[in-house]
């Protein structure tokens, strides 16, 4: 038992050496962000960008998830750069098409409509990669969650990272010790990973991410009680063992599944986590830590706020120098300026 609990963290300190040593690009406080960047050439973004993320996320709540989830995948591929942003050209290979986003990311429009109105205030000064940041923390304020003040002054790649984005972005039936990995690798800590993934408890996941999860070991998690059986069968119901309804959806959050609380947390201490990835996190017998911090949260609603506010200030400073050098302003978020 001792040994193999040691073993897990161990592995992932061994991966993470291995993986610095191969790219030392990445660093979660390289760039020189700041919050005034925007103060004498477009004083007006922040402003701008509240009121557009606020019109999309009144007509649709789940835009708030969309923005958010978009922002985790720039970050976790060559740095928050707006690499994800760009759409497939006969010389770019985007990142929209990748496993982890083909089917499942969206929200590009709403960035569209965000980019226009800033381009209609300030042309050629805000990055896309800065409108989603911003855009993001606005969507958690809209659904009820905190406040934090974001850093600016990113810039846009004139890359993509389709490759990047097939290994870097966890995935809901990986291993808890293998995502953990992938945060360290990005400078991200545990506590980080197991906020962050608090994200969950607003949007939805389709079928192909939960069929593992519902067929798999959620009996086991979520015991006996008629409560959690029902929701069993309802979930089995819009997603059958084999073949068909893929796309079908679901909230992770099934209490408030369109408010930012930590109501998430507690679904996984009653053992209902609709991802294996997040179950395990309160479940795996490797995750001590991760089944601490996931307790802590739901105990403590402003505790999660907190380190939740902290951890995607943390994951917005991710940044790659190359990108940071060589990129620039898009003047459309889908390409790259000509
Ligand atoms: C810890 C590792 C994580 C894994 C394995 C993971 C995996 C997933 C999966 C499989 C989905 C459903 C996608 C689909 O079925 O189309 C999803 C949705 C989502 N994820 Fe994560 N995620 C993780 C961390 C995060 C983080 C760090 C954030 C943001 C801070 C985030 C924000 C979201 C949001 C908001 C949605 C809902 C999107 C929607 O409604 O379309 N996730 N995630
Ligand atoms: C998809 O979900 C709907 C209910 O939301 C259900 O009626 C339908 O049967 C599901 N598709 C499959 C193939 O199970
Ligand atoms: C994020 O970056 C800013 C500016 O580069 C820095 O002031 C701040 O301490 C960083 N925050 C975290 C949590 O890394």
Redesign the pocket.
Known sequence: MALSLSFGPFSVHFMVLVLSILNTSIHASDPPLTLDYYSSTCPTVFDIVRKETECAVLSDP?SA??L??LH?HDCFVQGCDGSVLLDDTVTLKGEKKASPNRH?L?GFDIIDGIKNMVESECPGVVSCADILTIAARDAVILVGGPYWDVPVGRKDSITAGYALAETNI???N?GLVP?IAKFLYQGLSVTD?VA??G??T?????CE?FRDRIYGDFRATSGLNPISASYLSSLRSICPPIHGGENNITA?DNVTPNLFDNSFYHTLLKGEGL?N?DQEMYSSVLGIQTRELVKKYAADPLAFFQQFSDS?VKMGNITNLESFANGEVRKNCRFVNT
Do not use: Q, W, Y
């Not at 607003?202 to 389709?206: E, L, S, T």
């Open positions: 789940r998830a969309l958010v989830r985790f499942s969206k966890p995935t809901a990986e995502i990973m962050l993934a994200a969950h607003i949007g939805v996941a389709r991410n992770m991802l990835s995607m």
